[in-house]
């Protein structure tokens, strides 16, 4: 039966073969993993772990697919989604969420208790996993901010508790994280407000859904921000609204995000990517730096 037969055998119903991943993904774009499972416990994990590493298959994580471009060829081996990772707990002024609970939830329940120090995280589509890796934010605030720690799974397979001075969050990257796959946080958030972080949250929901292509698929910001300035500026003030190849645009009503106006592939996606970087480059000496994550094989090389 080979591997694809001992994998199905473990997760059953939760293991599809050939399974397309642009559901998978707020972009709804990319090809068909070899296999998609679904773990929902911590020994489920540390199964696939060394079972991947023993067959010398690639593993790819996906929480949400809010921030990655997904190969039109699709990823080989096994794809793991948090999506059935679920679960979030209080106590006192803490609070703890799996990896693949969505952040936004996290945000309102928050609100919801009178906790401070999240309500600004409001509306960003990933799960506390994707928001982990890459320390998701917005309006000064991020999610190492308030961190107390987390719950990870090592290259070995071992489960591991790191707290935040252990590693060193920056501006969505952070070191200290290669090869570990989150399993839950928590964080200590502060007493506040609760008619406040209501409005705060309400104000911030609807700040997002005016500057933002929310009607449109996309994985958000396609670029960091450049040192002292906005990638979606530099874009802008470049001509590049609208522009387009085939399916997939520079969105009308935000420049720093590509829309998939229906039908766009990932290859698509990165010869727009290309095409913007490159004007910008030309036109103001800035390099563009990709916040997106590409998964798999691409025909050009990327950024
Ligand atoms: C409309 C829109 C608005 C957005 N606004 C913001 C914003 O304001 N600020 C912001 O920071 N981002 C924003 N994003 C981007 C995105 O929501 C965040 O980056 C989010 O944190 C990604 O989480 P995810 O679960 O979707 O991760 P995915 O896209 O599924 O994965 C992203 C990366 O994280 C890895 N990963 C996911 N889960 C785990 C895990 N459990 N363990 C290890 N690695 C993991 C994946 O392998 C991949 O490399 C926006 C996206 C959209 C579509």
Known sequence: MGWKGDLTARFQARCLLAAPLAPETTFK???AAESLVFPVSDEEWTWLRSFVRRQGLPL???????????????LAGVVASTRRMKGLDSDGSRLSAQSGTALDAVVAKAVDLGLSGFEKLSGIPGSVG?????????????TYDRLLSFTALD?????????????????????????????????????????????IRTATLAARAAKQPLEYPSAGSVFKRPP????????????????????AQVSVKHAGFIVNLGGATAQ?????????????????????????????IFQENMP
């Open 29 to 31: 774009i990319g090809g």
């Open 155 to 199: 290259e070995q397979a071992q489960i591991v508790r790191r707290s935040k001075n252990e590693v060193r969050p920056g501006y969505r990257k952070v070191d200290g994280i290669d090869g570990l796959i989150f399993l839950r946080a928590q964080w200590e958030l502060a007493a506040g407000d609760p008619g406040l972080l209501r409005d």
């Open 130 to 142: 994707g928001a982990l890796q890459i320390n998701a934010g917005a309006f000064e605030t991020a």
């Open 228 to 247: 002292g300035d906005y990638a979606s500026r530099l874009i802008d003030a470049c001509g590049l609204k609208g522009l387009s190849v085939g399916r």
């Open 60 to 74: 790819t994580i996906l929480g949400l697919g809010s921030n990655v471009i997904i190969s039109d060829s699709g």
């Open 268 to 296: 698509d996606v990165m010869r727009l990517i290309a095409q913007v970087r490159g004007a910008v480059r030309k036109k103001t000496g800035v390099a563009l730096e990709l916040e997106q994550i590409p998964l798999g």
